[in-house]
């Protein structure tokens, strides 16, 4: 455990970026080719490739790519793992004939620079590829439209746009991580259908079933941080940790991810052998966090620890704290099909006084798990 | 308004009945003819013509036909309303050509007494139909399988239990009216996503958008009476009546429901001139129920005034009491993607000390209305 690490507790001289959704990439749409009713039939297997990484790629995104000559899929891959070779060059690589001539689909714009890897544009362009079709450009200032302008300048046709939507719901961390210095933070809460979340006696052991915790697990898998506050650890210790083996990857593979512990009143943090009473504090990589600014928290772990998904798992205080502040993106809702009564405790503590100033959210999502439903809310 | 009606506050002899959701008719299948794989789609379609008399033919239930010969619709009907012909008159009327030899789809069991109108099987048999087939038996202890015995005698192959779940969603109050002279319960409440339906000021207007509004009308037009508490109609003076014009059919030609206010603390009833303060009273079918047990109010709407469907739209602490009697078929909940915040009102006003004692429900439904979600539960 890394206890009050100084980086994070002290945020005199931050500077908070100024938050913005929108892409800030001009696209210059006439030099692009137009699309075709075919490449969303293969931008739709891209992305499926993609998906294959969603788990495993962290921080980097997970991108997918298929490649096509005359209507036959003649390679596929996906981005495993930061460090390893990107999805194109996996493709390139899985080809069962020449590429000469053929289309290359890419869920994220290729990369043009050189990191760990040599970049993707360079390979796709050396494989003699005719045609690129990407989903959407890579705002990472990195690459933000050169990969594009690699290819096209070795005069390779590039189409720009197909089911970006669709691909960019693959890396929603990673794109406002790179927009907007900011990761991209989800609120996790299990409730009854009359919003308790727990007995007036702190009795909460299950309200949803095993499915649903199961898909808490994806959450969890899917974040480079959990933020939860020093109640729940005290109350719950619980393990907050990727266990699932129904993943459909090893555990092994996918990275832990981070704990944040809000403890603002330090009752745990200095508190002299401490580790040894709960679980999360046997981890190293966990992080007590004794300040106010929750927003300076969020960009200090995107800045310092390349984390872009934040998973919120925490108490009804803390929760509210991230909605009062505005810091969540997506809230989402383990609805039990119960009613635990007007006595049992509040699902969110927010004080509103009157119905204008409510919190309000767009349903994304409505999906049964299990007897419960996960009802996924973007934040309005 | 029938102030304090006399029959309905005096239950001291009456005798609740055994409440079973079994239906009590034993099937002798071996008479039964087998269903046929395009029995599925004509009952299907005979579904859809009985929906075009949900909200019209109460106390009856809504009934569809359709008739078939040579893998052609030659005739279709439903039944309008109380009074009116049966389905199966309508679809016989309606043949383009001689029905003998032809096949009846009845989502219901044709009547084999005489109410209103002449019995259905007989009017089925003397069309010369070869064949009938039923979504499922009439449990009215007046047809309760004397319907099929009459065509079966009459040497008419029949075939039971085509659709039939489906059939019965239709007639879900006349059905358990027959079974068990009790209604059917629906009790409606809309609330935040933390399960709030007021905040602490009692502003309630509105949580819900439009839309949600809207489909209440819905269920409004289902119901033999609305049920609500005194302090509904004193903080809100509702008029609890069906007035949309979007239900596909007239409001004139839809029965308005019956106003039922509970009033144990007896705030409206006997109270010199209060008729002019708010709207309901206004309507001379309002009843007003002073006594405290709400399954003898249940059992007498039913059995005094042929009352099969119940919506109840009260406040947090009325819909509490018919939880905690278990007198809940069905609940309804319109809920909009906002957070009022822990001081909001509660949804369900029910003292549970611990977990084990929730109240379960299994989700049936789950519909986007507008911006808001409806989920439709049925009590466990």
Redesign the interface.
Same mark, same amino acid.
């Given at each position: 455990m890394t206890s009050s690490s100084e980086n994070l507790n002290n945020p005199s001289d931050i500077t908070m970026p100024s938050i913005s959704t929108k892409n800030a990439i001009s696209l210059p749409p006439v030099q692009y080719d137009a699309p075709k009713t075919e490449d969303y039939y293969y931008m739709n297997l891209a992305i499926e490739e993609a998906k294959k990484g969603l788990f495993t790629t962290r921080p980097n995104p997970a991108v997918g790519c298929i490649i096509v000559k005359n209507n036959l899929i003649i390679g596929s891959g996906f981005h495993p793992k930061a460090g390893e070779p990107h999805a194109e060059v996996f493709a390139l690589r899985s080809a069962v004939q020449s590429v000469e001539g053929s289309t290359a689909y890419v869920t994220l714009e290729p990369c043009s620079h050189t990191g760990k890897t040599p970049p993707c544009a360079v390979a796709l362009i050396k494989s003699g590829v005719a045609r690129v079709v990407i989903a959407g450009l890579d705002p990472n200032p990195k690459v933000a439209g050169r990969g594009v302008d690699l290819l096209l300048s070795a005069g390779i046709k590039v189409c720009v746009g197909v089911c970006q939507d669709q691909a960019e719901q693959l890396n929603l961390g990673f794109l406002k991580a790179m927009r907007c210095q900011m990761p991209y933070v989800r609120l996790k809460v299990a409730?009854? +259908?009359?919003?308790?979340t727990a007995?007036?006696?702190g009795?909460?052991?299950w309200?949803t079933g095993p499915a649903a915790r199961e898909d808490v697990q994806r959450l969890r898998a899917l974040s480079g941080a959990i933020i939860t506050g020093s109640q729940t650890i005290i109350e719950d210790n619980p393990s907050l940790n990727v266990r699932s083996e129904q993943l459909g990857v090893e555990v092994g593979q996918i990275p832990q991810p981070k704990v944040v512990i809000l403890d603002r009143r330090k009752r745990l943090s200095g508190v002299k052998g401490i580790e040894q009473s709960y679980q999360v504090l046997h981890n190293d990589k966990a992080i007590i966090y004794t300040e106010d600014d929750l927003s300076v928290l969020l960009h200090r772990l995107k800045v310092d620890y390349d984390i872009y998904d934040v998973l919120i798992e925490a108490g009804?205080k803390v929760s509210?704290s991230f909605?009062e502040a505005g810091l969540v993106d997506e809230?989402i809702?383990y609805q039990a099909?119960?009613? +635990?009564?007007?006595?049992?405790q509040?699902?969110?503590?927010?004080?509103?006084?009157?119905?204008s100033s409510?919190?309000?959210?767009?349903?994304k999502e409505?999906q049964?798990v299990g007897?419960d439903?996960r009802?996924n809310?973007i934040a309005q």
């Amino acid at each position: 455990m890394t206890s009050s690490s100084e980086n994070l507790n002290n945020p005199s001289d931050i500077t908070m970026p100024s938050i913005s959704t929108k892409n800030a990439i001009s696209l210059p749409p006439v030099q692009y080719d137009a699309p075709k009713t075919e490449d969303y039939y293969y931008m739709n297997l891209a992305i499926e490739e993609a998906k294959k990484g969603l788990f495993t790629t962290r921080p980097n995104p997970a991108v997918g790519c298929i490649i096509v000559k005359n209507n036959l899929i003649i390679g596929s891959g996906f981005h495993p793992k930061a460090g390893e070779p990107h999805a194109e060059v996996f493709a390139l690589r899985s080809a069962v004939q020449s590429v000469e001539g053929s289309t290359a689909y890419v869920t994220l714009e290729p990369c043009s620079h050189t990191g760990k890897t040599p970049p993707c544009a360079v390979a796709l362009i050396k494989s003699g590829v005719a045609r690129v079709v990407i989903a959407g450009l890579d705002p990472n200032p990195k690459v933000a439209g050169r990969g594009v302008d690699l290819l096209l300048s070795a005069g390779i046709k590039v189409c720009v746009g197909v089911c970006q939507d669709q691909a960019e719901q693959l890396n929603l961390g990673f794109l406002k991580a790179m927009r907007c210095q900011m990761p991209y933070v989800r609120l996790k809460v299990a409730t009854s +259908l009359d919003g308790r979340t727990a007995m007036a006696s702190g009795e909460s052991k299950w309200i949803t079933g095993p499915a649903a915790r199961e898909d808490v697990q994806r959450l969890r898998a899917l974040s480079g941080a959990i933020i939860t506050g020093s109640q729940t650890i005290i109350e719950d210790n619980p393990s907050l940790n990727v266990r699932s083996e129904q993943l459909g990857v090893e555990v092994g593979q996918i990275p832990q991810p981070k704990v944040v512990i809000l403890d603002r009143r330090k009752r745990l943090s200095g508190v002299k052998g401490i580790e040894q009473s709960y679980q999360v504090l046997h981890n190293d990589k966990a992080i007590i966090y004794t300040e106010d600014d929750l927003s300076v928290l969020l960009h200090r772990l995107k800045v310092d620890y390349d984390i872009y998904d934040v998973l919120i798992e925490a108490g009804s205080k803390v929760s509210g704290s991230f909605i009062e502040a505005g810091l969540v993106d997506e809230l989402i809702v383990y609805q039990a099909p119960c009613i +635990l009564g007007h006595s049992a405790q509040p699902m969110i503590t927010l004080d509103i006084d009157n119905l204008s100033s409510q919190r309000r959210f767009t349903l994304k999502e409505c999906q049964r798990v299990g007897t419960d439903l996960r009802l996924n809310f973007i934040a309005q």
